[in-house]
């Protein structure tokens, strides 16, 4: 007997408006996309809304002479890591991009954490799809 299947979508892209100030979740407030609501641009946190395989994708770009780096978190432990440096003798713009597939449960957490204010203040823009 064929069975009608539930096709439940999730979904986000957000982008920064401001630059980061803090090591702890970069909080990406200009929702794009947000299908199945999982994303909660006060806190920087995704909630998954319904459990399976998730991809995530984070870019990071620093001004000249700094360096990015940030990690991408799941429920308060490190999957992947971010990172750049060019050195302080040039005179480019470093930048990192990474993409994870994590199994998610309904309710784990996955955010963009900043590795320290020192580095990211005023010097990183990240986009998390």
């Not at 069975?3 to 200009?30: D, E, G, H, M, W």
């Not at 946190?45 to 990690?71: E, Q, R």
Request: hydrophobic share 35%; aromatic share 14%; proline share 2%.
């Amino acid at each position: 007997m064929w069975r009608k299947s539930i096709n439940y979508q999730v979904a986000f892209t957000a982008k920064l408006n401001n630059y980061p100030t803090t090591s702890s979740a970069i909080i990406f407030q200009t929702v794009i996309t947000n299908i199945g609501g999982g994303y909660n641009n006060r806190n920087g946190i995704f909630y998954c809304p319904k459990a399976g395989l998730y991809m995530f994708t984070a870019s990071m770009m620093s001004v000249k002479k700094y360096y990015v780096d940030g990690y991408i978190m799941k429920n308060n432990k490190f999957t992947i890591r971010l990172h750049e440096h060019i050195g302080s003798r040039n005179n480019h713009y470093p930048s990192a991009s990474t993409t994870v597939m994590l199994r998610l449960a309904i309710g784990d957490k996955v955010w963009v954490k900043g590795a320290g204010i020192r580095y990211h203040e005023y010097s990183i823009r990240t986009v998390l799809a």
